[in-house]
T-cell receptor
């Protein structure tokens, strides 16, 4: 069965520092992987997705993620954190009829 | 930019009462999803529609939850009777089709509190 693991429910990062959120997946077929962001009391917004092709995927708001099949990982990074990056981030893997299995999420806190 | 609409945004009810949530997907999107998100966790799929047909309701508690999409456009999710454990965010999403590369677009959600 497809599943996603996100470690560390809360992540604190200083403004201007690197943001790194880890995602490992389990999939019996080539995975389609997604990162979503959720601001308080709002729905989820797509940051980026990997389907096929280039393993380094660039998304909105300066985020990018790299698909590494050998490590079954799809970690999300941003070189320099901004206060507006404070939100919850979810990694997800698609399977079946476009069902999404989500990780538990990372709550990112940006320290001024 | 087209968005998924949901109402109400917030709902407070007492246990054993009935509640209903409404979702209007992005125009032209054939696939509609209802998710439940418990505080501190990721969303979990409750039901998936393709046009007006249910294609996956394996995680829907059918003794108390029901969902419909009669004309293949907007959808309603109902809970009757509500229980304390149903307190959560209910998210609606839509996508152009059921292809695994199709992006799911989410609405703002309905925050349900059961007292």
């Amino acid at each position: 069965a497809q599943s996603v693991t996100q470690l560390g429910s809360h992540v604190s990062v200083s403004e201007g520092a690197l943001v790194l959120l880890r995602c490992n997946y389990s999939s019996s077929v080539p995975p389609y992987l997604f990162w979503y962001v959720q601001y308080p009391n709002q729905g989820l917004q797509l940051l980026l997705k990997y389907t096929t092709g280039a393993t380094l995927v660039k998304g909105i708001n300066g985020f990018e993620a790299e698909f590494k099949k050998s490590e079954t990982s799809f970690h999300l990074t941003k070189p320099s954190a901004h206060m507006s990056d404070a939100a919850e981030y979810f990694c997800a893997v698609a399977y079946g009829n476009n069902r999404l299995a989500f990780g538990k999420g990372n709550q990112v806190v940006v320290i001024p | 930019e087209a968005e998924v609409a949901q109402s109400p945004r917030y709902k407070i009810t007492e246990k054993s009462q009935a509640v209903a949530f409404w979702c209007d997907p992005i125009s032209g999107h054939a696939t509609l999803y209802w998710y439940r998100q418990i505080l501190g966790q990721g969303p979990e799929l409750l039901v998936q529609f393709q046009d007006e047909s249910v294609v996956d309701d394996s995680q829907l508690p059918k003794d108390r939850f029901s969902a419909e999409r009669l004309k293949g456009v907007d959808s309603t999710l109902k809970i009757q009777p509500a229980e304390l454990g149903d307190s959560a965010m209910y998210l609606c999403a839509s996508s152009f089709s059921r292809g695994q590369t199709d992006t799911q677009y989410f609405g703002p959600g309905t925050r349900l509190t059961v007292l």
